[in-house]
């Protein structure tokens, strides 16, 4: 089968999204399929090769890049939430040339994608990672606290203070009347967790969707490859770890604050990177917490092999929660908010142990247990690594293959 995935960033962009994407189309390739990327260009960046698995990877100019105060960070100029005329001008040379059968996008460069649609007659997947079919931040998360629901003028104002008002106005009313377009235009779309295809609203209007959590490689890269630079700046003894942005959304202040009155002084680990209201919350840090910046993912891997219990106190809804089943494919037990994607993966009392999120006496309860109970973390820990078997390529790749040929259909 012939697929042309769309994603506005592909590695070496890093992220949990890019490392998705290239997950999936490596192991599609590796099934037979030819698998052609088309992502946004960087510069020092070739604007199209061949990589080893025999894909193709296109890097395409967006009009957009050319307004670099567009974006605050410059280094990762997003895709927009309405049709950018040199992304769709290139996807359409794309399509001429390598002939597609199915298109399966992420994030907003489907916009650019849509007044192709009718043209092109290619079957249209989407892959919901986050919520911006309902929410121009993607976050859900109004004021540091979950939204209790998208409306048009609530959302201008949110929008207004996260990215100014001359880039959140338009910011939001192109991506409502976009993603009007999109639920008509999409043939299926593929929610990561329950969570997602609720809060986007997939349920209540009755939207074609299946729910396709993300996976892990079949192989888990050995310890004996991890890089001894990063493991030598670990504590030598056990250690609790958070991997994540460091900001309030992944409940960075909970934390902090149920270690900080923990039975058990065992060091705490975060590895993450900075957000804008870390400068702030790191003068709460006390000692014996350690934190590391912006690490490789072979070395947050190596990181999981080495600590005790995983800590995952996010207060918005995690679409689905990679760090989870990465913890549990290296045997660890977590402790996790009860809330967004992390239900469907942590089941309580058997995997890990689910808190309310933002509570921090039953955070610091959860980790009081585990900590002086060794039995029990054995339990979980060997339970979290059974399950992780539902959460690998082998068992996930045929789910969305079956998803194309019912598109093809």
Request: hydrophobic share 40%; glycine share 6%; with cysteine.
């Amino acid at each position: 089968m012939r697929i042309l995935m769309l994603s506005q960033f592909y590695p070496p962009f890093i992220g949990g999204e890019e490392q998705h994407v290239e997950t999936l189309c490596i192991e599609l390739a590796k099934r037979g399929h030819n698998i052609t990327v088309a992502t946004l260009w960087r510069p020092g960046l070739a604007e199209h090769e061949v990589d080893a698995h025999g894909i193709h990877i296109y890097r395409i100019h967006s009009l957009t890049q050319s307004m670099p105060w567009l974006f605050a960070d410059k280094e990762r100029p997003f895709a927009p939430p309405f049709p950018d005329p040199g992304i769709t001008k290139t996807l359409k040379e794309i399509i001429t040339k390598e002939k597609p059968e199915i298109v399966h996008t992420h994030n907003w460069i489907v916009y650019s994608f849509l007044p192709l649609k009718a043209w092109s007659k290619i079957p249209l997947i989407v892959t919901l990672h986050n919520f911006n079919l309902v929410c121009a931040k993607m976050t859900l998360m109004r004021n540091n606290v979950p939204c209790s629901g998208p409306s048009l003028l609530k959302c201008l104002e949110c929008a207004g203070r996260h990215y100014g008002i001359a880039k959140g106005t338009p910011t939001v009313i192109g991506n409502w009347t976009m993603s009007k377009i999109e639920r008509k235009a999409v043939d299926m779309f593929i929610s990561v967790s329950n969570a997602v295809a609720t809060d986007n609203k997939l349920v209540e209007d009755k939207l074609p969707f299946e729910i396709i959590p993300n996976f892990l490689p079949d192989n888990i890269s050995p310890e004996d490859t991890f890089d001894q630079a990063y493991i030598a700046k670990l504590p030598q003894e056990d250690f609790l770890l958070f991997v994540g942005a460091l900001g309030y959304a992944k409940g960075i202040n909970t934390l902090i604050e149920a270690y900080n009155d923990l039975k058990h002084r065992i060091p705490l680990v975060l590895i993450g990177y900075t957000t804008p209201e870390w400068q702030e919350l790191a003068k709460q840090i006390p000692d014996n917490i350690f934190v590391f910046e912006n690490w490789p993912h072979h070395a947050v891997m190596a990181a999981w092999k080495r600590c005790m219990i995983a800590l995952i106190p996010s207060i918005w809804k995690e679409p689905f929660g990679i760090v989870a089943i990465e913890a549990m494919s290296q045997g660890k037990p977590i402790i996790a908010s009860r809330i967004g994607g992390l239900t469907d993966i942590v089941i309580d009392g058997e995997t890990g142990i689910l808190v309310e999120p933002g509570n921090t006496t039953e955070l610091r309860s959860a980790i009081d247990t585990l900590v002086s109970n060794p039995e029990k973390r054995k339990d979980m820990a060997r339970a979290a690594l059974l399950r992780t078997q539902i959460f690998k390529a082998e068992t996930i790749i045929p789910q969305i293959e079956k998803v194309y040929k019912k598109a093809l259909k």
